[in-house]
């Protein structure tokens, strides 16, 4: 099993992208699915992420703009990014629980990453 994240690119201020993450595999469950970044020079930080419940947690810096949102009929979790201004550059990586068909438990599992440039 694994997390592919998709969507990335060069984007100028004020633009919109969005970002998907499918997982791939004989999967038997999906929980806390989520975004983080890390730019140039940045420690990785949340941007958004789906608990178990149905709440969803943003950054302070992207709430407003940035919408979180999944599928669970095509096992993929998407980030709606609007307004994107210069300082949302970075990398863009998916995180997601995944419980692997006859598996056992659920463990964390990374996407590759996907970077987003914002700029003129």
């Known amino acids: 099993v694994q997390l592919q994240a998709s969507g990335g690119g060069l984007v100028q201020p004020g633009g919109s992208l969005t970002l998907s993450c499918a997982a791939s595999g004989s999967i038997f469950s999906i929980n806390d699915p989520g975004w983080y970044r890390q730019a140039l020079g940045n420690e990785r930080e949340l941007v958004a992420r789906?608990?178990?419940?149905?709440?969803?947690n943003y950054a302070d810096s992207v709430k407003g703009r940035f919408t979180i949102s999944g599928d669970n009929a095509k096992n993929t979790v998407y980030l709606q990014m609007n307004s994107l201004k210069p300082e949302d550059t970075a990398v863009y990586y998916c995180?997601?629980?995944?419980?692997?068909?006859?598996?056992?438990?659920?463990?964390?599992?990374w996407g590759q990453g996907t970077l987003v440039t914002v700029s003129s």
């Open positions: 995180r997601a629980n995944l419980w692997p068909s006859g598996g056992y438990r659920y463990s964390a599992y």
């Open positions: 789906i608990f178990s419940g149905g709440n969803v």
